[in-house]
C-alpha cells in the first residue's frame, strides 16, 4: 500500500534548477530502492537516478549518463520524502518525472500521474 507523490516541477529556463520531491505514504516494508524516471515526447521512460530506501545516505546511487554531474538524488527518511535536484537544466531534460519503487530488483508496474518539467531553450 505505498503510495508515492510526486511535485516540485515546473517550467524553466535553461540554465536554471528544479527540485522534485517524491512523497511516500503508508509502509515501506520490502522496498528497496526508489526511482526517479522520466518519459520525453516520443521517447521510452528510462531511469534518471535511484537510491536505496535504508543504509548509509552517502551510497553511490544510479544516474543516467545523460544527468551525472546535473541531478542528484536524496532521501529523508523521517519525512518518507525522496529529491531530485536537477541543476543546469536542458530543454532535453523535458518530460514527464515519475518516481517509483523497486521491490529486489523490479520496479513497480504502477505508476502515478507524475510532474512535469518543462525546459525552455
Known amino acids: 500500500q505505498v503510495q508515492l507523490v510526486e511535485s516540485g516541477g515546473g517550467l524553466v529556463q535553461a540554465g536554471g534548477s528544479l527540485r522534485l520531491s517524491c512523497a511516500a505514504s503508508?509502509?515501506?516494508?520490502?522496498?528497496?530502492?526508489i526511482g526517479w524516471f522520466r518519459q520525453a515526447p516520443g521517447k521510452q521512460r528510462e531511469l534518471v537516478a535511484s537510491i536505496s530506501t535504508a543504509g548509509p545516505r552517502n551510497l553511490v546511487n544510479y544516474y543516467a549518463d545523460s544527468v551525472k554531474g546535473r541531478f542528484t538524488i536524496s532521501r529523508d527518511n523521517a519525512q518518507n520524502t525522496i529529491y531530485l535536484q536537477m541543476n543546469s537544466l536542458k530543454p532535453d531534460d523535458t518530460g514527464v518525472y515519475y518516481c517509483n519503487k523497486q521491490w529486489g530488483k523490479i520496479w513497480s508496474d504502477s505508476w502515478g500521474q507524475g510532474t512535469q518539467v518543462t525546459v525552455s531553450s
Open positions: 503508508g509502509t515501506m516494508f520490502k522496498i528497496n530502492a
